[in-house]
């Protein structure tokens, strides 16, 4: 018994350990993932399947607490195992690992003590789909988006089966698009009700396709439907026949897709693909694409008429064209547009400078088609920059010479003002200077305070030719008596030319009875008195001459001028008569001169409707000219008027009274000392509205000498006054403002006169005669 006993109990452990071997061997090599877990939801055990989906490690799972999970929504179904509950597969499962993402079914089961029949655990078996999920998935996505892409493709759509009469009936119906046209399926069940909503310019083709699938053709045609609301609608109608086993036609399936908008597109790039053609064809540049081939697809009507391209006319050499297709290779091998500058032949037969924007052109595969040519004429432009550089650099030169000019202007002007300062104080100083001196120093400052006049007047010339403002102021005089004074002006301001060996005449071409002529006296006086002292300037001896001839036609008057002086280099015979310009650097040191006055009378003579030119050779002297038109006319002129008698003018101012109008003291003192040694009476007013009160209260004024610029009232508005009181008493303007065409406006208010400051004795005395004259029956 007792080794009965033993050999049971050896047999039962026998059995225990080979059912766990059994156990482990399966709990191992099962192909599904199984887990043990105690009542604490601690994982106790796992198999390598359940390490390998989780893509884990077995001491990272092992211990681990599935309550402390991120996601618990696995938890329900440990739970249930722990309560005793069999499970059924759950899920997907969602489980995120390092490196993946993976779906998994999850099955539980609990785990008894088969003594105590206690649950001490759970069981759970895991099963990874992640692969059977993704293609469920995939297959959802696709039928989603044929779903999608088929709402999307037809619009509306129908079934019709034929009827034996030959009507048919509409096995199924997609109305969206058939009710936005507002119609319902019974209005548009028959072919000819469907032609009535057709629009009349295609009901044509809608017929055609019906014919044709009446014969068992598929059809697919575009026309526009008339909607009930009267707007009109594209559509692409396409129809697929079906026959039966004998071959009869049964069924349309048919498909309506709205192209309304695809439509308008098409118009708005046909559109657009006219107007691009409009501005390529219209272009004022060049625009062309050229092939492979040396064709031209396109070539715009710019460029094709200014090369004459496929004409008889076409201008390009064989160089500008092997020139071109070297660039087109350039721009061929270069990933980026290039930009080249080529001169071409044009029609007109110039050469034209072309700024060409060239840029590669390949097709969506990638063939070459060809290059693009953009071109722009720039030959306009590069003239004009380099005229905006001639400018710069006239410009530049300008400033220099300014410059120049006013350092030579301080030194012109102080000379003069030395000789007029210096003197006058001198004389101030040493009042019992000897007669002789006296007479020497005063020589001195009357001639340097001419010659600071002349600088002046040269200034406000030069500043009126700038702002338009210099005017000619044409009078009748005799060109003979001209030359005359400025022969005695020049011969009485040089006295010693005999001593330096120069001569100086003057000759005429007219007798004085003929030799009135119509033109601005000053000026004419003013070119010849420049000329002649540029001549005395440049001659040390020889002679000087001057005079005029008249042309064979008598139209004009030549006037000339010449020397035997230092002469003019070929090259300094332009510059001379541009402003600041000297024929030598050295010049101004030399002789002097501030450039200025050779340029004033260019202007002048082209105010006086001439020129003037010179004949000059270095070392023998030079010879000016200064032609004009000779506008003579029989002018009722007593030349005697011109010509002044100081005795008898006093003559005929004895017992006059002159009213004198100036505000500047030393004028006032100056006015009155020239007419210290007549019989007159002098009446004095310090402003306009003096003169106006004075002339008021004392009608038989005889003579007034009227400033302009004067406080309270100026000139012009007591000239106005004086006038609406008397009309004929003489009125002699005298003005020191140069800078306005003041002559004209005084004579145009009524004045008698006009005289310009500084005022010169005898001109005072000359116009005074002249007024009087004119009174005189």
Same mark, same amino acid.
């Given at each position: 018994?007792?080794?009965?006993?033993?050999?049971?109990?050896?047999?039962?452990?026998?059995?225990?350990?080979?059912?766990?071997?059994?156990?482990?061997?399966?709990?191992?090599?099962?192909?599904?993932?199984?887990?043990?877990?105690?009542?604490?939801?601690?994982?106790?055990?796992?198999?390598?399947?359940?390490?390998?989906?989780?893509?884990?490690?077995?001491?990272?799972?092992?211990?681990?607490?599935?309550?402390?999970?991120?996601?618990?929504?696995?938890?329900?179904?440990?739970?249930?195992?722990?309560?005793?509950?069999?499970?059924?597969?759950?899920?997907?499962?969602?489980?995120?690992?390092?490196?993946?993402?993976?779906?998994?079914?999850?099955?539980?089961?609990?785990?008894?003590?088969?003594?105590?029949?206690?649950?001490?655990?759970?069981?759970?078996?895991?099963? #990874?789909?992640?692969?059977?999920?993704?293609?469920?998935?995939?297959?959802?996505?696709?039928?989603?988006?044929?779903?999608?892409?088929?709402?999307?493709?037809?619009?509306?759509?129908?079934?019709?089966?034929?009827?034996?009469?030959?009507?048919?009936?509409?096995?199924?119906?997609?109305?969206?698009?058939?009710?936005?046209?507002?119609?319902?399926?019974?209005?548009?069940?028959?072919?000819?009700?469907?032609?009535?909503?057709?629009?009349?310019?295609?009901?044509?083709?809608?017929?055609? %396709?019906?014919?044709?699938?009446?014969?068992?053709?598929?059809?697919?045609?575009?026309?526009?439907?008339?909607?009930?609301?009267?707007?009109?609608?594209?559509?692409?109608?396409?129809?697929?026949?079906?026959?039966?086993?004998?071959?009869?036609?049964?069924?349309?399936?048919?498909?309506?897709?709205?192209?309304?908008?695809?439509?308008?597109?098409?118009? &708005?790039?046909?559109?657009?693909?006219?107007?691009?053609?409009?501005?390529?064809?219209?272009?004022?540049?060049?625009?062309? $694409?050229?092939?492979?081939?040396?064709?031209?697809?396109?070539?715009?009507?710019?460029?094709?008429?200014?090369?004459?391209?496929?004409?008889?006319?076409?201008?390009?050499?064989?160089?500008?064209? &092997?020139?071109?297709?070297?660039?087109?290779?350039?721009?061929?091998?270069? #990933?980026?547009? $290039?930009?080249?500058?080529?001169?071409?032949?044009?029609?007109?037969?110039?050469?034209?400078?072309?700024?060409?924007?060239?840029?590669?052109?390949?097709?969506?595969?990638?063939?070459?088609?060809?290059?693009?040519?953009?071109?722009?004429?720039?030959?306009?432009? $590069?003239?004009?920059?380099?005229?905006?550089?001639?400018?710069?650099?006239?410009?530049?030169?300008?400033?220099?010479?300014?410059?120049?000019?006013?350092?030579?202007?301080?030194?012109?002007?102080?000379?003069?003002?030395?000789?007029?300062?210096?003197?006058?104080?001198?004389?101030?100083?040493?009042?019992?200077?000897?007669?002789?001196?006296?007479?020497?120093?005063?020589?001195?400052?009357?001639?340097?305070?001419?010659?600071?006049?002349?600088?002046?007047?040269?200034?406000?010339?030069?500043?009126?030719?700038?702002?338009?403002?210099?005017?000619?102021?044409?009078?009748?005089?005799?060109?003979?008596?001209?030359?005359?004074?400025?022969?005695?002006?020049?011969?009485?301001?040089?006295?010693?030319?005999?001593?330096?060996?120069?001569?100086?005449?003057?000759?005429?071409?007219?007798?004085?009875?003929?030799?009135?002529?119509?033109?601005?006296?000053?000026?004419?006086?003013?070119?010849?008195?420049?000329?002649?002292?540029?001549?005395?300037?440049?001659?040390?001896?020889?002679?000087?001459?001057?005079?005029?001839?008249?042309?064979?036609?008598?139209?004009?008057?030549?006037?000339?001028?010449?020397?035997?002086?230092?002469?003019?280099?070929?090259?300094?015979?332009?510059?001379?008569?541009?402003?600041?310009?000297?024929?030598?650097?050295?010049?101004?040191?030399?002789?002097?001169?501030?450039?200025?006055?050779?340029?004033?009378?260019?202007?002048?003579?082209?105010?006086?409707?001439?020129?003037?030119?010179?004949?000059?050779?270095?070392?023998?002297? %030079?010879?000016?000219?200064?032609?004009?038109?000779?506008?003579?006319?029989?002018?009722?002129?007593?030349?005697?008027?011109?010509?002044?008698?100081?005795?008898?003018?006093?003559? #005929?101012?004895?017992?006059?009274?002159?009213?004198?109008?100036? #505000?500047?003291?030393?004028?006032?003192?100056?006015?009155?000392?020239?007419?210290?040694?007549?019989?007159?009476?002098?009446?004095?007013?310090?402003?306009?509205?003096?003169?106006?009160?004075?002339?008021?209260?004392?009608?038989?004024?005889?003579?007034?000498?009227?400033?302009?610029?004067?406080?309270?009232?100026?000139?012009?508005?007591?000239?106005?006054?004086?006038?609406?009181?008397?009309?004929?008493?003489?009125?002699?303007?005298?003005?020191?403002?140069?800078?306005?065409?003041?002559?004209?406006?005084?004579?145009?208010?009524?004045?008698?006169?006009?005289?310009?400051?500084?005022?010169?004795?005898?001109?005072?005395?000359?116009?005074?005669?002249?007024?009087?004259? &004119?009174?005189?029956?």
């Amino acid at each position: 018994m007792a080794s009965n006993n033993l050999g049971n109990k050896n047999f039962q452990n026998n059995f225990e350990y080979d059912g766990e071997l059994k156990y482990r061997f399966i709990f191992e090599k099962s192909p599904i993932g199984i887990f043990q877990y105690n009542g604490d939801a601690v994982i106790t055990e796992c198999n390598d399947i359940f390490v390998e989906i989780l893509k884990s490690k077995r001491e990272l799972l092992v211990g681990l607490n599935m309550n402390e999970l991120k996601d618990q929504s696995v938890l329900p179904a440990i739970h249930d195992a722990l309560k005793g509950k069999n499970g059924l597969y759950r899920g997907p499962y969602k489980a995120t690992t390092s490196d993946a993402q993976l779906f998994i079914l999850l099955k539980t089961t609990p785990l008894t003590n088969p003594t105590t029949g206690k649950i001490e655990g759970g069981l759970g078996i895991v099963e #990874d789909i992640t692969e059977l999920f993704s293609t469920q998935e995939e297959l959802r996505r696709k039928k989603e988006h044929f779903e999608i892409l088929s709402s999307l493709t037809t619009d509306a759509a129908s079934i019709l089966t034929f009827n034996p009469d030959g009507s048919f009936n509409r096995e199924w119906l997609s109305t969206n698009l058939i009710d936005k046209y507002g119609y319902t399926p019974v209005e548009i069940d028959t072919f000819e009700k469907w032609a009535k909503i057709v629009h009349p310019d295609d009901v044509h083709i809608y017929q055609e %396709s019906v014919e044709r699938l009446k014969t068992g053709q598929k059809v697919s045609f575009e026309v526009r439907i008339i909607a009930k609301n009267g707007n009109t609608y594209w559509i692409n109608n396409t129809v697929y026949p079906e026959f039966d086993s004998q071959g009869k036609l049964f069924r349309l399936i048919s498909a309506i897709k709205d192209i309304t908008e695809k439509k308008e597109r098409e118009q &708005e790039i046909q559109h657009q693909g006219f107007l691009l053609k409009s501005i390529v064809d219209n272009a004022p540049i060049g625009i062309w $694409i050229v092939s492979p081939d040396g064709y031209y697809p396109i070539i715009n009507a710019w460029f094709s008429n200014n090369i004459g391209y496929g004409t008889s006319d076409f201008s390009m050499t064989e160089e500008e064209l &092997e020139q071109c297709r070297l660039s087109d290779q350039k721009a061929i091998e270069s #990933d980026e547009p $290039i930009e080249v500058t080529e001169e071409v032949t044009f029609t007109d037969g110039l050469k034209h400078t072309l700024r060409i924007h060239k840029q590669k052109l390949t097709s969506p595969e990638g063939k070459l088609i060809g290059v693009l040519g953009i071109a722009t004429d720039i030959t306009e432009r $590069i003239e004009n920059e380099k005229a905006l550089v001639e400018a710069l650099e006239k410009a530049e030169e300008s400033d220099r010479l300014k410059s120049a000019f006013l350092a030579n202007m301080s030194h012109e002007i102080r000379t003069p003002l030395n000789g007029v300062i210096g003197f006058a104080k001198y004389l101030r100083n040493f009042p019992d200077t000897p007669a002789k001196d006296r007479e020497k120093f005063l020589g001195i400052i009357a001639t340097s305070a001419d010659h600071l006049l002349t600088l002046i007047n040269d200034i406000i010339d030069v500043s009126k030719i700038d702002i338009g403002q210099l005017t000619i102021v044409p009078e009748p005089f005799n060109i003979n008596t001209l030359l005359n004074e400025i022969y005695t002006f020049f011969y009485n301001a040089n006295p010693e030319f005999a001593k330096k060996g120069i001569s100086f005449t003057y000759s005429t071409s007219l007798p004085d009875s003929e030799a009135i002529i119509n033109s601005d006296r000053m000026r004419v006086r003013q070119i010849l008195s420049n000329f002649i002292s540029n001549a005395f300037k440049f001659t040390e001896k020889g002679s000087v001459e001057f005079g005029y001839e008249v042309n064979q036609d008598k139209t004009e008057i030549v006037f000339f001028v010449k020397d035997t002086g230092i002469g003019i280099p070929k090259d300094k015979q332009e510059i001379i008569f541009q402003r600041f310009r000297q024929a030598e650097t050295n010049t101004t040191k030399l002789y002097g001169g501030t450039g200025l006055g050779l340029s004033i009378c260019k202007s002048l003579a082209e105010l006086l409707g001439g020129r003037i030119w010179l004949e000059s050779e270095v070392g023998s002297g %030079s010879k000016f000219y200064f032609v004009m038109p000779l506008n003579q006319e029989s002018w009722k002129t007593n030349i005697s008027k011109q010509l002044i008698n100081l005795n008898q003018l006093k003559k #005929d101012l004895q017992g006059k009274t002159i009213l004198i109008a100036e #505000d500047e003291p030393n004028s006032m003192f100056f006015i009155k000392t020239l007419f210290k040694d007549f019989d007159i009476q002098i009446l004095e007013a310090h402003n306009g509205l003096e003169a106006v009160e004075i002339f008021h209260s004392q009608p038989n004024i005889d003579l007034i000498l009227l400033d302009i610029k004067m406080p309270v009232m100026n000139g012009y508005d007591a000239l106005k006054k004086i006038r609406s009181i008397n009309y004929s008493v003489p009125i002699i303007i005298q003005t020191a403002h140069s800078f306005s065409n003041e002559r004209a406006l005084a004579k145009a208010m009524g004045c008698t006169g006009f005289i310009t400051k500084p005022i010169e004795a005898d001109s005072l005395y000359q116009i005074i005669s002249n007024v009087l004259l &004119e009174e005189k029956p």
